[in-house]
């Protein structure tokens, strides 16, 4: 591929059907955010709904909000939203809880579904959160169960007749890497196993079928590309011809049948709300509405088209103009075994990063050696992809990122 020139790239934004939604988000002038898949951008009308559920709603209505302004119903209505996003039906998503806590809910549901299975299956360079999980659960079942950890690339052929559950993120947190949901699931119902997809990484950024695929349980993150803001609320999706037979670990008032009859015991609500525990975050479900109402109105065909073809570019870019400074692609090349992201490989990565954060382009860093860049297609243009090429080359041609401000870690990287 030629170089395309920035004044052609700058055309291309011109033309792209997506362009217009970049202006729905208050992003400051001097940032080339590339870290979307890490904390979402702001949509500027989340700041007026915040206003309005806590000014009004909450500030004059007190209690009285959670009848007059429905507060109850929005977890199940808001799961309702996401599941278009993800294809899956009304009912069967309950936005609640972070997403490590709806991995627990539903890995201990996956076992007791099939109490003849003694194994959870995962990926052993999962992210953190999701092995933790995994780990402390079968830990506290007594020494009957047990993780079983293998290369990512292996999971599907490592599925045998032990394995309750296999535990898969859709897109890697660190490579980037796709994985076929349609085909990996097949193979875990094919040895009668449970499937669970982590979509964290993927949800917001590209079409999901999860019922196409006849996927068995999902989770997903609320912060990243459905941009609802620091620690929103996560999801979690339960098909319908199993949501009356599990029985999560967890259980709380809110999943009972009747909250408010005050029950001392607990009976699971019908359907998807068995997954509720404690009382919905209001003010933190409203900001993530704001960011799945922003998605709802966008064409998901047309948003993975527009991150595969933004991805393409800055691999592109990076092959022309970075290999020489020592930088690798990190990501799979082939353009559907990619998320929305591209991770470089380079010995200098942390202080690197934090030299091109300096000059205002944002990435990040994840040990050992990755630079991390997402492409939120919703807001990220093509020459914001030009720029943040010519910036890192800049760092690199100059040594900037040899100044020891930059060594320095910072809590969160
Ligand atoms: C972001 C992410 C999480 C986040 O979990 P929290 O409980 O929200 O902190 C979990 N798993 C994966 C794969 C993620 O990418």
Redesign the pocket.
């Known amino acids: 591929m030629t170089e395309p020139t920035r004044a052609q790239l700058a055309a291309r934004d011109a033309e792209d059907a997506l362009s217009r939604f970049r202006e729905r988000f208050a992003l400051p002038a001097s940032v080339i955010y590339l870290d979307g898949n890490s904390l979402g951008a702001l949509p500027r009308a989340t700041l007026g709904r915040l206003a309005r559920v806590a000014g009004r709603e909450w500030g004059e209505d007190l209690i009285a909000g959670w009848t007059t302004h429905d507060w109850m119903a929005m977890p199940l209505r808001l799961g309702d939203k996401i599941a278009r996003l993800v294809g899956a039906g009304a009912g069967e998503v309950a936005v609640c809880d972070?997403?490590?806590?709806n991995l627990f809910k539903l890995l201990s549901a996956a076992l007791s579904l099939r109490p003849e299975r003694r194994v959870i299956l995962s990926q052993d360079d999962?992210?953190p959160?999701?092995m933790y999980v995994a780990q402390r659960l079968v830990e506290s079942l007594g020494g009957d169960h047990t993780l079983r950890l293998v290369p990512a690339a292996e999971v599907a052929g490592a599925i045998d007749d032990e394995v309750a559950v296999a535990m898969l993120?859709h897109v890697d947190?660190r490579s980037g890497r796709l994985h076929p949901m349609d085909r990996i699931t097949a193979a875990a119902h094919a040895r009668g196993a449970l499937m669970l997809w982590?979509l964290?990484?993927s949800v917001g950024a590209m079409p999901i079928e999860l019922a196409g695929c006849a996927a068995d349980l999902a989770v997903g993150?609320g912060y990243?590309y459905l941009n609802g803001g620091p620690g929103a609320p996560?999801f979690a999706y339960v098909a319908r011809p199993l949501q009356d037979e599990i029985r999560p670990a967890l259980a709380g008032w809110m999943g009972h049948r009747a909250p408010f009859d005050f029950d001392g015991r607990y009976r699971p609500a019908a359907g998807i709300a068995r997954l509720l525990v404690g009382t919905p975050p209001v003010l933190a479900l409203a900001a993530l509405e704001v960011g799945v109402d922003l998605l709802l109105e966008a064409d998901l065909a047309e948003l993975r088209r527009k991150s595969v073809a933004l991805t393409e570019l800055f691999i592109a870019l990076a092959d022309a103009r970075l290999a020489r400074y020592g930088f690798e692609l990190a990501s799979p090349r082939a353009p559907g075994e990619r998320g929305s992201q591209v991770c470089l490989r380079h010995r200098e990565g942390y202080p690197i990063v934090r030299a091109l954060a300096a000059r205002g382009v944002i990435g990040d860093f994840r040990p050992p050696d990755i630079l991390r860049f997402g492409f939120a297609p919703l807001y990220i243009r093509y020459v914001d992809v030009w720029d943040a090429v010519a910036a890192l080359a800049e760092v690199m041609e100059t040594g900037a990122w040899r100044e020891p401000e930059f060594r320095h870690r910072a809590a969160v990287t």
């Open positions: 972070s997403t490590s806590v999962n992210f959160t999701d993120s947190y982590d964290s990484h993150c990243k996560a």
